[in-house]
């Protein structure tokens, strides 16, 4: 009886040595891969800033009507000003690029009529009257409510080509936007509510 049980176990040792190495392996590639996000965004962040201090963004009343194309000083603070103004989990996403569990945010599922500003400095970035229900489980916009209040880059980050969207004044990181989305635009942007802030028609 024992002779028998011998081969049993002893192939339940080999097979827990195989799941705790694929583990360990697993666990080296994720940190490497971390540690290869976090030294890209020091690179970028240590780069010296020639941008200029001065923006172009359009201006819309509590209405939600447009109003005047107007320059006002780009928003520069410290990690330290984000943080203590929005708080661990919306600095991440709106400051570090984190991106919300689907299904998760504030907004997803609103259907209130009003205007989405920049949770940071309060810029005009989406319209309700361009939200659709995307069923990803985040806030998706057929367009921006105004092209000049946003801006978009390449985002090659964890093994993906996106394209990454921000608030044109601040910076903030909003989500990503596709070309998978509805009529007229075509277009999804898949935005994180913790970049958002929604105040209703009035």
């Known amino acids: 009886m024992f002779d028998g049980e ?3 176990e002893a192939g339940m040792g080999s097979a827990t040595r195989r799941v705790f190495l694929f583990g360990a392996v697993a666990a080296i590639v994720g940190a490497v891969a971390w540690r290869h996000e976090e030294s890209q965004r020091a690179a970028v962040k240590a780069a010296p800033d020639n941008r200029p201090a001065l923006v172009s963004i359009v201006e819309f009343s509590n209405a939600g009507a447009r109003e005047v194309l107007t320059q006002v000083p780009r928003i520069v603070k410290t990690d330290e000003q984000w943080r203590a103004q929005l708080g661990r989990s919306v600095y991440e996403i709106a400051r570090k690029g984190d991106t919300e569990f689907a299904f998760s945010g504030e ?3 609103l259907e209130e009529k009003g205007l989405f500003r920049c949770v940071c400095c309060q ?15 985040w806030p998706s916009f057929f367009e921006p409510i105004a092209t000049e209040n946003i801006a978009t880059r390449e ?3 964890f093994g993906m080509t996106r394209v990454e ?14 070309d998978d989305g ?6 999804r942007y898949c935005i994180n509510s913790a970049s958002l802030k929604f105040f209703k028609f009035s």
Do not use: I
């Open 155 to 157: 985002d090659r980050s």
């Open 107 to 109: 907004y997803w599922d």
């Open 165 to 178: 969207v921000s608030c044109r004044r601040c910076d903030a990181h909003l989500g990503h936007v596709f």
């Open 123 to 137: 810029t005009a970035l989406f319209s309700s009257a361009a939200k659709f229900n995307s069923g990803t489980g």
């Open 6 to 8: 011998l081969p049993r």
């Open 182 to 187: 509805p009529p007229p635009t075509g277009r």
